[in-house]
């Protein structure tokens, strides 16, 4: 298949209704082949389409790295350097893909957490886009979801997200810190379950509508 009829079947699979069948789908095909057409769609404008492109990432670089981990970090490489000043762009899509495959695959969440999480650590790679903290903070969650020891001693840096203007940062930051017993979190979390305002959340194929409090409160 051309390059340009295998972007154009990812397309049709992120699109369609029955994504669940269509991630399946896409994991047929070689890593090598779809990488590519996935980092593209990590830019699209319409948010399903990108949010579905972390998904189907997540799952074709967590099955490389089952049988070729060197070329899943080359993968893993390539997602922080787009989030590298250096890089010239601005990551779009990055760091959501990097929660999801570290979520996935125990090797490279061990080898990696700590540098999704070093995006939100003010003395390390801190990211100062807006836009880009919340791709960032739902990064973390997911992996959080998925292996929360990982997480754990960093919940304290959630804190400033949590009291934020953004009702997008705070419910993505209390998606995670209510996970943890904490005493630095804590408060924080219990003030977020009376805040109504409202943000899209990917979960399970689709962007729905949730409340700050709901989402600190899915554990």
């Not at 972390?54 to 089952?66: E, F, I, K």
């Not at 292996?147 to 997008?168: A, G, Q, W």
């Not at 940062?169 to 810190?177: D, K, P, Q, S, V």
Request: aromatic share 8%; proline share 3%; charged share 25%.
């Amino acid at each position: 298949m051309s390059g340009r009829r295998l972007k154009k079947k990812i397309f049709e699979i992120l699109s369609h209704n029955d994504f669940e069948k269509g991630i399946v789908n896409i994991s047929g095909f070689t890593a090598r082949a779809v990488v590519n057409p996935l980092f593209s769609f990590l830019y699209h404008r319409d948010e399903l389409v990108k949010w579905r492109a972390v998904a189907a990432m997540g799952l074709v670089v967590s099955n490389l790295a089952d049988h070729d981990m060197e070329s899943a970090r080359v993968v893993m490489r390539r997602l922080i350097w787009n989030l590298n000043d250096e890089s010239g762009g601005i990551g779009w899509g990055s760091p959501e893909a990097m929660g999801d495959i570290l979520a996935r695959h125990e090797g490279l969440a061990k080898e990696y957490h700590r540098i999704l999480i070093s995006y939100i650590a003010p003395e390390r790679n801190y990211i100062e886009h807006e836009l880009l903290q919340r791709g960032v903070l739902w990064g973390i969650g997911r992996l959080a979801h998925a292996r929360p020891h990982l997480v754990k001693d960093f919940s304290h840096l959630l804190c400033n997200y949590m009291e934020s203007i953004d009702p997008t940062l705070r419910g993505l930051a209390g998606w995670t810190a209510g996970l943890y017993d904490s005493e630095a979190t804590n408060l924080l979390v219990k003030r977020l379950e009376n805040d109504h305002a409202t943000l899209p959340f990917y979960i399970d194929g689709n962007v729905e509508e949730v409340t700050v409090a709901e989402l600190s409160c899915r554990h």
